[in-house]
C-alpha cells in the first residue's frame, strides 16, 4: 500500500531584476579570445585533405538520408511487413538467402502459417534458387502438438534438382591431378561433379515429454527418396563425375535409387535457450536402415551431442560436439550417397561439402561464443573429423584414415528467440565463407537435408 | 606573505580573454516575439543513421577541437534564457519547491475522459481530460516492471527542473476503469492507417498491456499538456532556422553539453531529439520558442529493462569503440557493465553505483552537445548537481510512491552516491572555487572539494601564480571552506591566475579577472 505524500503549495520565487544580455552577448567579451589556436594550425591540412571527402561522402549520404525519409514518411517498413505477414502476425512470406563460396548466392522465399489450427502447427512452402541448388520447392507441416494432443508430427515434401554436386571419391583415397578417366572411387580423390535430380518424402510421428528442464522427444521416421543422376558437369570447365570415374563402381549412380528408410529417433533437449545458447545439452540419436529394396538393404544409425559450457555471465560459452554416424550392410548393399559424409558449413568447416565419405563418420567440434553486442556474437571454431570403412580405424590409429581439421571464426546475429543469420570463415582444405538466414538450430533438420 | 599579483596590461595577449566592465548577465534575451516556427518532423530512421554512420562520420572528419560553450556568462554560468531557469544553482531549493514548483495547476481530477490515442514512443497510451478539463498524456508502466517508469518520470522530471531545466507537470495517477470513459469523436494515430476513429476497445487494448496493482487499480503518469503550440523537437546540432532567438548551436549550449554529467548521475540514456520538445508560447505579451526535456520514464535503468540491454549507460547503442574492441579481444575483455546485477527490484531495474565510472558514461544514441562536451561543462553540471541535498532527492523519490521502501531507499542512496562519485571526479579536475567575490581587499571564494569532502581541508591551499605558473603566494583553506588572497587594488584590469594546491598535486590554474574591486569575469580553464 503507497501513501501519497502531504501536498503544499510551494511557488517559484520571483526573480528581483538581473541584467540580461543579449544571447550572443552573454559572456561579455571585450574581445575575441577564441581565434586561431595551435590546434586549429596543426590541423589544417589534414583539416583540408579531409574536406572534399566530406563533400564527397555528404552528397552519397544525402540520397540516402532521403530514402530513408521516404520510407519512414510513407511507411514502407510497416507496409511490407504488412504485405508479407498476416495481420495476427501468423502468417508471412520470407526471403532467405544463403551463401557456400564454392556454390554461390543461393535466394529463397518461405511462405509459413505458424499457427494454424490454435496449437503452433506450422505449415510452410519453401521454393530456393541458384547456388547449390538451381531449383528446390518443398512443403513442410510440423506440429508439436497437433491439435492440442500428445502427437509430434512433421512431414515434409521436396523436389529439387541440383545441377552441380561435388565428388571427390570414396573413403580416404591419395588426391590424383591431370585429367585421368575411369577412377576407381576408392583409389583416387579428385573434384568432380555430377547433377541429381530428386524427390524426398519423409513423415516422423512421436510424441513429446516435457521434463520441467527440457523435452524429450520420441519417435520414428520413415522416408522416401527418389533420386536420378547424371554424371555430366554443369559447365564446360568443370570435370565431370562420369568423364573421371568408373561410375559403375558408385553403386545406384547409373540408375538412380527409390529407397524407403525407416528409422526410430530420439531427441533430448536441455538447452537453456534456443538462441544464444549459454548452457544445457543437446542430443539426437537415430537408429535404422533401409529394409530390402532390390539390391539394397542397410541399417543407418547416428548420434549427435552437443554440450554448452558457460564460461562467464552466460556470455563466453565454449561448445562441445561429437557427431557419429554410420551404415552397416555388405558392399553391394549400399548406394554411394548414403555413405556418411563430412564436409561444409555444418560437419567439418574448412572443406566443401561430402568431401570425405565412407561408411563410418566421426566428428568432433570446439566452438567458443563470445559477446559483442547485445544481438551479435563472435564464434571461433575447430572442427576435427574422419571417415572409416570399419570402427576399429574410425576411433583410434591413423594410417590410411587421417584425422581432418577445420577451424575458423564468424558471427551470429541472433533475435531474443533465435539465431538469424551466421557468417563463418573457415579454412582447412582451402579458404570457405559461409552465410545463411537459414535456422541453424536442430541437426534433425540438418539430416533431413542429408537425406 | 609577498603582496605581487600579476597585473597584465589591457590587450597584453590577443588570444587573452578579456571582459567588458559592466554587470554579470543572469538573463538573455532570447524571448522576443517571433513569428510562428514551423514544427520540426523527427525522422528517426534518418536521426539514427546520423548519429551511427552517417553525421557521425562527416563530423569526424572535420577534426573539430574543443569549443567552448556559448551562451555562458562571464562566470561561466548559464543565464536564464528560454532554455534554462537557475534554481538550485542560484538560491537554496527546500525539498517541498523540489517536488512541487513544476506543478502549475496541482494534480489531475478524476475521472478521465479519453480524448485520443498514443501510439508513438515506447509504451502505448492515451490523451484524456480530467474532471476539470485539463488534458493529459496518460502512460503506463511495462508489465515486466510494475512502477518502473512511472516512478522514474516522476524523480527525474523533478530533478530536471529543480536544477533548471524546463520540464512538463507529470503526477502519478491511480484510477479504476470505472473511472475512464471516452469522449465521442476521438481519434487515434496507428500505424499504416493513421489517423482513425478510436474505440474503447482501444482503450482496453492498452489497459492489457499494463500492470495491476493489488487493488486492481492501474498506475499511470499522466503529463500535462504544456501551453503553447507544440513544433517539434530540439536538433542535437545547429540552430532551428526559422527561430531568431536561437542562436547558439546546440551542440555547443552548455545546459545541453551537461547531459554528460546529469545523464549520467540519473542514467538518461534515452537521450534523443524525440525526448526534447519546442513549444511556441505566448507570455509577458511576449511570442517565443521554450524548450523542453520530456520523457524521463526511461532513466535509472528502464531503457536498459526495456531494451533489455545491461550495456545501458555504459556503450551506446552501436558502439564504433566498444564493440569492435569487443570482437577483437575475443571476448577476454570483461566490460564493466558485465558485473552489473539487477536489483531485487522490478520497479528499480539495474540502477546502482556500483560499477559506476562517471567518465565512462555513456548514452544509448549518442548527442552531439555531449560528443562535444568538455571538462568546463562537466564541471559546470557537477558542481549544479552537487546542491542537490539528500532531503531534497528523499522527498522527490517519496513523491514517486513506491510500494516498496527499500526500493525507494536504494533510490535515494543510489542517487546520492553517484552524485558524489560525479562530483569527486569532475569537481577536482579544475581548481574547485565558487562563490567568488571581492571584499575588503581580498578575493575570496568558497573551495568546493573541501566544501563537499573530496579532499582533506588540512592538505588544501589556493595559489596565486604568475604567467610563469611560480606561486606568488599561498592561502589556506578554512575549516568553512573558504579561502582568500588579496585583491588587486585600483581601477586597473586584472588577471588574478589561481591554482587550488592538494597534497597529491595541483589543480590546473583559473583565472579572475577583476576591475575596481569587482569581478568582470572568469577563465575556469586555461585551454
Redesign the interface.
Known amino acids: 500500500?503507497?501513501?501519497?505524500?502531504p501536498?503544499?503549495?510551494?511557488a517559484?520565487?520571483v526573480?528581483t531584476e538581473?541584467?540580461?544580455?543579449?544571447?550572443?552577448?552573454?559572456?561579455?567579451?571585450?574581445?575575441d579570445?577564441?581565434?586561431v589556436?595551435g590546434?586549429?594550425v596543426a590541423?589544417f591540412l589534414?583539416?583540408l585533405v579531409?574536406t572534399p571527402?566530406?563533400w564527397v561522402?555528404?552528397g552519397v549520404?544525402w540520397p540516402?538520408?532521403g530514402t530513408?525519409?521516404l520510407?519512414?514518411?510513407h511507411?514502407v517498413v510497416?507496409?511490407v511487413i504488412?504485405f508479407l505477414y498476416n495481420d495476427e502476425r501468423t502468417a508471412a512470406i520470407v526471403p532467405s538467402i544463403s551463401l557456400f563460396s564454392k556454390s554461390g548466392i543461393t535466394l529463397g522465399a518461405t511462405a509459413f502459417h505458424k499457427d494454424l489450427f490454435g496449437h503452433d502447427e506450422r505449415i510452410s512452402a519453401t521454393a530456393k534458387f541458384l547456388g547449390a541448388v538451381v531449383q528446390s520447392y518443398e512443403l513442410e507441416f510440423t506440429a508439436n502438438h497437433l491439435g492440442g494432443t500428445f502427437l509430434w508430427l512433421e512431414t515434409q515434401f521436396r523436389y529439387d534438382k541440383q545441377p552441380d554436386i561435388r565428388f571427390y571419391g570414396l573413403g580416404n583415397p591419395p588426391q590424383v591431378t591431370g585429367s585421368p578417366m575411369n577412377l576407381d572411387p576408392y583409389a583416387a580423390n579428385i573434384e568432380t561433379h555430377y547433377q541429381q535430380e530428386r524427390i524426398l518424402g519423409r513423415m516422423r510421428v512421436g510424441t513429446i515429454i516435457d521434463l520441467g528442464v527440457g523435452e524429450l522427444r520420441i519417435g520414428g521416421s520413415a522416408i522416401y527418396n527418389h533420386r536420378r543422376f547424371d554424371g555430366a558437369a554443369d559447365s564446360a570447365k568443370d570435370r565431370s563425375l562420369a568423364g573421371t570415374y568408373d561410375t559403375n563402381r558408385l553403386l545406384g549412380f547409373a540408375d538412380g535409387t527409390d529407397l524407403v528408410e525407416a528409422t526410430a529417433d530420439l531427441i533430448l533437449d536441455l538447452r537453456a535457450t534456443h538462441a544464444q545458447t549459454s548452457r544445457g545439452i543437446y542430443l539426437e540419436a537415430f537408429f535404422g536402415g533401409v529394409p530390402p529394396q532390390g539390391q539394397y538393404d542397410y541399417l543407418h544409425w547416428g548420434a549427435e551431442a552437443v554440450g554448452y559450457i558457460d564460461l562467464?555471465?552466460g556470455?563466453?560459452v565454449l561448445a562441445l560436439r561429437l557427431a557419429i554416424e554410420a551404415v552397416e550392410g555388405g558392399n553391394d548393399d549400399i548406394p554411394f550417397f548414403a555413405l556418411p559424409s563430412l564436409g561444409g558449413a555444418y560437419r567439418l568447416r574448412g572443406h566443401d561439402y561430402d568431401a570425405f565419405r565412407d561408411e563410418k563418420s566421426l566428428l568432433g567440434t570446439l566452438e567458443?561464443h563470445?559477446?559483442?553486442?547485445?544481438i551479435?556474437q563472435?564464434v571461433?571454431f575447430f572442427d576435427a573429423g574422419r571417415v572409416s570403412p570399419d570402427y576399429d580405424t574410425l576411433f583410434v590409429g591413423g594410417g590410411p584414415n587421417p584425422w581432418r581439421f577445420g577451424g575458423g571464426g564468424g558471427l551470429i546475429l541472433s533475435s531474443?528467440e533465435a539465431d538469424i543469420l551466421r557468417i563463418d570463415i573457415s579454412y582447412g582444405d582451402g579458404l570457405f565463407i559461409f552465410l545463411s538466414t537459414d535456422s541453424l538450430a536442430g541437426s534433425y533438420r540438418r539430416r533431413a537435408e542429408k537425406l | 606573505m609577498k603582496r605581487v599579483l600579476l597585473l597584465l596590461p589591457l590587450?597584453a595577449c590577443?588570444?587573452?580573454?578579456?571582459?567588458?566592465d559592466?554587470?554579470?548577465?543572469?538573463?538573455?534575451?532570447?524571448d522576443r516575439s517571433i513569428s510562428e516556427p514551423e514544427e520540426r518532423e523527427y525522422?528517426?530512421?534518418?536521426y539514427f543513421?546520423?548519429l551511427f554512420l552517417?553525421r557521425r562520420?562527416?563530423r569526424a572528419?572535420?577534426?573539430n577541437?574543443y569549443q567552448?560553450a556559448?551562451?555562458?556568462?562571464?562566470l561561466e554560468e548559464v543565464?536564464?534564457?528560454s532554455w534554462f531557469n537557475n534554481?538550485i544553482g542560484v538560491?537554496d531549493v527546500?525539498p517541498?519547491?523540489a517536488?512541487?514548483?513544476v506543478e502549475k495547476n496541482?494534480?489531475p481530477v478524476l475521472p478521465w475522459t479519453v480524448v485520443g490515442g498514443k501510439y508513438s514512443g515506447g509504451n502505448p497510451g492515451f490523451v484524456a481530460k480530467d474532471a476539470t478539463g485539463r488534458k493529459f498524456v496518460v502512460k503506463f508502466d511495462r508489465a515486466e516492471n510494475p512502477e518502473q517508469q512511472t516512478a522514474t518520470d516522476i524523480i527525474v522530471g523533478r530533478l530536471f527542473w529543480t536544477l533548471g531545466y524546463n520540464v512538463p507537470a507529470d503526477y502519478?495517477s491511480v484510477f479504476s476503469r470505472e473511472q475512464i470513459t471516452m469522449e465521442p469523436g476521438s481519434k487515434i494515430g496507428k500505424?499504416?492507417e493513421g489517423k482513425v476513429d478510436m474505440t474503447i476497445e482501444d482503450v482496453e487494448r492498452i489497459l492489457a498491456t499494463s500492470p495491476k496493482r493489488m487493488d486492481g487499480k492501474y498506475r499511470a503518469i499522466v503529463s500535462e499538456h504544456l501551453p503553447g503550440k507544440p513544433i517539434g523537437g530540439v536538433s542535437p546540432e545547429g540552430l532551428r532556422e526559422d527561430d531568431p532567438?536561437d542562436?547558439?548551436p546546440h551542440e555547443q549550449r552548455r545546459e545541453l553539453r551537461a547531459m554528460k554529467v546529469i545523464g549520467a548521475w540519473v542514467n538518461h540514456t534515452d537521450m534523443k531529439e524525440d525526448n526534447t520538445f519546442d513549444v511556441y508560447v505566448e507570455e509577458n505579451g511576449k511570442r517565443f520558442v521554450k524548450h523542453y526535456f520530456i520523457d524521463f520514464g526511461e532513466a535509472f535503468a528502464a531503457h536498459g529493462s526495456e531494451?533489455?540491454?545491461m550495456?545501458d549507460g555504459y556503450e551506446h547503442q552501436?558502439d564504433w569503440v566498444a564493440?569492435p574492441l569487443?570482437?577483437f579481444t575475443?571476448?577476454l575483455w570483461?566490460r564493466l557493465w558485465?558485473h552489473l546485477e539487477q536489483t531485487p527490484w522490478p520497479s528499480v531495474g539495474a540502477f546502482t553505483w556500483e560499477h559506476f565510472d562517471p567518465e565512462d558514461w555513456h548514452e544509448a544514441y549518442p548527442y552531439w552537445p555531449i560528443m562535444d562536451s568538455g571538462m568546463e561543462d562537466w564541471f559546470w553540471a557537477a558542481k549544479l548537481i552537487m546542491r542537490v541535498d539528500q532531503p531534497i532527492i528523499e522527498?522527490i523519490v517519496?513523491?514517486a510512491?513506491?510500494?516498496v521502501p527499500e526500493a525507494a531507499q536504494h533510490l535515494v542512496t543510489t542517487l546520492v552516491k553517484r552524485r558524489d562519485m560525479i562530483g569527486r571526479t569532475y569537481i577536482e579536475k579544475l581548481t574547485p572555487l565558487d562563490n567568488l567575490e571581492v571584499a575588503d581587499g581580498k578575493l575570496c571564494a568558497t573551495d568546493l572539494g573541501v566544501k563537499y569532502g573530496f579532499v582533506n581541508q588540512a592538505t588544501a591551499a589556493l595559489d596565486v601564480i604568475d604567467d610563469d605558473d611560480d606561486v606568488v603566494s599561498t592561502a589556506a583553506v578554512g575549516t568553512d571552506a573558504r579561502v582568500c588572497v588579496p585583491a588587486p587594488t585600483g581601477d586597473a584590469y586584472t588577471v588574478v591566475r589561481l591554482q587550488s594546491r592538494r597534497s597529491d598535486d595541483d589543480r590546473p590554474p583559473m583565472q579572475v579577472h577583476i576591475k575596481g574591486g569587482r569581478i568582470?569575469?572568469i577563465v575556469r580553464y586555461e585551454?
Open positions: 500500500m503507497t501513501i501519497a505524500p501536498r503544499a503549495e510551494v517559484e520565487p526573480k538581473v541584467f540580461t544580455a543579449d544571447t550572443l552577448d552573454s559572456r561579455g567579451y571585450a574581445n579570445p577564441e581565434g589556436t590546434g586549429d590541423l589534414p583539416r579531409f571527402i566530406r561522402l555528404t549520404y540516402v538520408r530513408l525519409e520510407f519512414e514518411e511507411e510497416g507496409h504488412d562467464f555471465h556470455t563466453r567458443y563470445y559477446p559483442i553486442h547485445k551479435l563472435g571461433l531474443a | 590587450f590577443a588570444s587573452q580573454p578579456l571582459f567588458v559592466r554587470p554579470i548577465a543572469w538573463a538573455v534575451s532570447d525522422r528517426r530512421y534518418a543513421t546520423d552517417l562520420s562527416t572528419l572535420e577534426l577541437t567552448p556559448g551562451g555562458i556568462n562571464a543565464p536564464d534564457s534554481r538560491r527546500s517541498e519547491e517536488v512541487r514548483g496541482g494534480p502519478i500505424p499504416l532567438n542562436v547558439i531494451q533489455k540491454r550495456e552501436w564493440q569487443g570482437f575475443l571476448g570483461v558485465e522527498r517519496q513523491e510512491q513506491l510500494s568582470l569575469g585551454r
